[in-house]
C-alpha cells in the first residue's frame, strides 16, 4: 500500500532542496520585483479557476504554477523597500524556525504533549520580558496576533471585574455597561475586541490626546468619573506604547496612575514599539508599563520573526487562566498542576510551536544583534526626517520617536484642498512604481504619508531612494 503513504523522503529531501534554493534566490533577487503586487482583483482566482485536481501530480509542477500564478499576486512584506504600515521580516533562522516547526507539526496544547514547546515558550518569553527589562513578575503566553492579545487581555479584565460573566454571561442579567478606554488613535483591535467580548463599540471611549498624539490623563480621569456618574462599570484602560497612525506613546505612568486609583484593568499595547524598549536609550518612554497587568509585544513586527508570533504578558497570569480556563476528562494529565497547560491561557486548544522560530531568531541575532537592528531602523527614520524637515515644502507632520516617520508635502503656494489631493496622488504614484510601497494617515484630519522602518534587509539607500522617489513623483503630481 505504498502509494498511500506521503511524500516518499528522497522525494521530499529533493524539493526541499528546491524550495530553499527558490527562497535563497527569492531573497537574492526581491528588489527586482515590484514590492507591492499589480494583480488586479480576481486575476489570481481566476487562473485558478478549474475543478481542483482530481489526481494529484508531482510537486515541480506544483512550483511551477506556484511561481506563475502566485507570485504575481504577492506583495513583497520582505522587500527591503517595504515602508506600509509596520514592516515585518522573515529572517533566515525564523523561516529555518518555522519550516522545522512544521516538520515536527507538535500541538503545544498540554505540557505532555510537547513538554519543549511549553518550556521553549516560557523560556524566550522570560528572555523577552528581561531584554525589555520588565520585572519578573510578568509570565508570557504566545498568541498569534496582537489583536488575539489585546481580546484575550481584555477577556482577563472583565474576569478580574468580578461579574462573572464567564458562568453567567452577559445576556439577560441586570448589569452596568462595561467600559473602556484608548486613546482616539488607539489600534482598531480595541474595537475588535469590544466586539468579541460582549463590551460594545459605544463603551469604547476614544480618550482626546495631546498635541503629540498622546492619550491625557486628565481627560482620562474625567471619563472615568463621569461614567461612574451615570451608572457604568470602568474595567479597562489600553495605553498604547508606539500608536498605528504615528507611533505616539501614551503616559503610561500617569494613566497607571489613574488605573490604580480607579482599579482599572491596565492594557498596553506595544505590539510595535514595544521591541524598541530592547534599547536601553529608550526605556524612558515606557516608563509605567511595569505597573501594567498586561502588555502585548509583537515578535513579528519587529523582532524579525516570521508572522505570526505575538507576546502577551500578564502580571497574574492565573486571572488568564480563571478566564479561559475549561478542563474536559480527555484533557487531563497526570502532571496535573504542576505543569504549564497553555491552552487554558487563551481560547484556542491547538497551539503551533511558535516559540521555535522565536527562539532560533534569538539565538542567531542575539540581543546586541537584534538591538543594533532596531537602532540602526531608528537611525534612518530620523535621517528621513532631517531630510523631509530641510527640505522647502515638506513637513514632518508628527514627532518621531521610533522609525516612523509622518511626513506631508506642503508646497506654501496650493490651498489646503490643492495640498491633499497631492499629498494622495503622491501616494498612488510612487507606490505604482513598484519600487517602494507606503501608507498613509490622518492627522488632524489632514491625509498624512507614512514611511515605517523595520525589515531586516532595509539599508540606508533604500531609504534614500524612497525620498528621491517622492521628491520625483511630488513634481509630478502638481
Ligand atoms: C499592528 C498593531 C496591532 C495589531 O497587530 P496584529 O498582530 O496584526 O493583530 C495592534 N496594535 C498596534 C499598536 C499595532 O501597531
Redesign the pocket.
Known amino acids: 500500500m505504498t502509494e498511500l503513504n506521503d511524500m516518499p523522503p528522497e522525494e521530499l529531501q529533493r524539493h526541499g532542496h528546491d524550495v530553499f534554493d527558490w527562497i535563497a534566490r527569492y531573497f537574492g533577487e526581491i528588489e527586482e520585483l515590484p514590492v507591492l503586487s499589480t494583480a488586479l482583483p480576481g486575476q489570481v482566482a481566476a487562473k485558478l479557476s478549474g475543478p481542483m485536481p482530481e489526481q494529484g501530480s508531482g510537486f515541480d509542477s506544483i512550483m511551477e504554477e506556484f511561481e506563475r500564478t502566485l507570485l504575481p499576486g504577492i506583495t513583497h512584506w520582505n522587500h527591503p523597500a517595504f515602508m506600509a504600515?509596520?514592516g515585518i521580516t522573515a529572517s533566515g533562522p525564523g523561516i529555518l524556525g518555522e519550516a522545522l516547526a512544521a516538520a515536527l507539526n507538535v500541538n503545544a496544547m498540554l505540557w505532555r504533549t510537547s513538554p519543549a514547546a511549553t518550556e521553549l515558550e516560557e523560556v524566550t518569553l522570560d528572555w523577552l520580558r528581561q531584554m525589555v527589562g520588565l520585572p519578573d513578575a510578568y509570565r508570557g503566553h504566545l498568541q498569534?496576533?496582537?489583536?488575539?492579545?489585546?481580546m484575550v487581555a481584555l477577556a482577563a479584565a472583565r474576569e478580574a471585574a468580578g461579574i462573572d460573566v464567564r458562568e453567567q454571561g452577559l445576556a439577560g442579567r441586570d448589569l452596568p455597561r462595561l467600559k473602556v478606554y484608548c486613546s482616539e488613535d488607539?489600534?482598531?483591535?480595541?474595537d475588535k475586541a469590544a466586539v468579541t467580548l460582549g463590551i460594545g463599540l459605544e463603551n469604547v471611549r476614544r480618550i482626546p490626546m495631546d498635541r503629540r498624539h498622546r492619550m491625557r490623563p486628565d481627560a482620562l480621569a474625567a471619563a472615568v468619573a463621569n461614567d461612574r456618574l451615570t451608572g457604568a462599570l470602568p474595567i479597562a484602560v489600553v495605553a498604547?506604547?508606539?500608536?498605528?497612525s504615528t507611533?505616539a506613546v501614551d503616559p503610561i505612568d500617569e494613566v497607571a496612575e489613574v488605573c490604580e486609583r480607579e482599579n482599572l484593568w491596565l492594557h498596553v499595547?506595544?505590539?510595535?514599539?514595544g521591541s524598541a524598549a530592547i534599547l536601553p536609550e529608550l526605556r524612558h518612554l515606557f516608563i509605567g508599563w511595569e505597573r501594567a497587568d498586561s502588555i502585548?509585544i509583537?515578535p513579528?513586527?519587529w523582532l524579525f520573526v516570521p508572522?505570526?508570533c505575538?507576546a502577551l504578558f500578564l502580571r497574574n497570569p492565573e486571572l488568564l487562566r480563571r478566564a479561559f480556563s475549561v478542563l474536559p476528562e480527555y484533557l487531563v494529565t497526570p502532571e496535573g498542576s504542576s505543569v504549564t497547560n497553555l491552552m487554558e491561557y487563551g481560547p484556542a486548544l491547538g497551539r503551533r510551536f511558535r516559540s521555535l522560530k522565536l527562539w532560533m531568531t534569538f539565538c542567531y541575532f542575539g540581543r546586541q544583534g537584534l538591538a543594533d537592528r532596531i537602532a540602526e531602523h531608528i537611525r534612518l527614520a530620523q535621517q528621513f526626517a532631517e531630510w523631509v524637515g530641510e527640505e522647502e515644502g515638506w513637513v514632518v507632520a508628527a514627532p518621531v520617536p521610533f522609525s516612523t516617520v509622518c511626513f506631508r508635502c506642503e508646497p506654501p503656494e496650493l490651498d489646503p484642498a490643492a495640498v491633499e489631493r497631492i499629498n494622495s496622488d503622491l501616494l498612488e504614484r510612487i507606490n505604482s512604481t513598484g519600487e517602494v510601497f507606503l501608507s498613509h494617515t490622518r492627522i488632524g484630519g489632514k491625509f498624512t504619508l507614512r514611511i515605517a522602518i523595520g525589515n531586516i534587509r532595509t539599508e540606508e539607500r533604500h531609504v534614500r531612494r524612497a525620498w528621491e522617489l517622492l521628491r520625483a513623483c511630488a513634481k509630478e503630481v502638481q
Open positions: 504600515y509596520f498569534d496576533t496582537a489583536s488575539t492579545s489585546t488607539a489600534h482598531s483591535s480595541v498604547t506604547a508606539g500608536t498605528t507611533t499595547d506595544g505590539a510595535y514599539g502585548v509583537n513579528h513586527k508572522i505570526d505575538s
